[in-house]
Nanobody, 113 residues
Framework: QVQLVESGGGLVQPGGSLRLSCVASGFTFSRYHMNWFRQAPGKEMEWISKINNNGDTDYADSVKGRFIISRDNRENTLYLQMDSLKPEDTALYFC???????RGQGTQVTVSS
């Protein structure tokens, strides 16, 4: 079955960087568009980035210029490089297959001094 496993979260100071990973299995990863979402406590789920199966990318305005989404189809892995992190980036980050309900358990990112 479809499995998405995120990792790479943690505690980082404002201005710092983290790289999130999402290892996919149970489907042909290279064929699918993939998304990153996040959810902060008490807030709705927020879409933050997408990468199509052809490598085209898109970003929410809140992360544009600071985050970079990428994928390695040989390793069935989705990445999110996060730079210039802000306290408002604190959230649980999820990867998901586009237009499908499948998503991982998430990895926590906390930006605090």
């Amino acid at each position: 079955q479809v499995q998405l496993v995120e990792s790479g979260g943690g505690l980082v100071q404002p201005g710092g960087s983290l790289r999130l990973s999402c290892v996919a299995s149970g489907f042909t990863f290279s064929r699918y568009h993939m998304n990153w979402f996040r959810q902060a406590p008490g807030k709705e789920m927020e879409w933050i980035s997408k990468i199509n199966n052809n490598g085209d990318t898109d970003y929410a305005d809140s992360v544009k210029g600071r985050f970079i989404i990428s994928r390695d189809n040989r390793e069935n892995t989705l990445y999110l490089q996060m730079d210039s992190l802000k306290p408002e980036d604190t959230a649980l980050y999820f990867c998901a297959i586009a237009n499908r309900p499948d998503r991982g358990q998430g990895t926590q990112v906390t930006v605090s001094s």
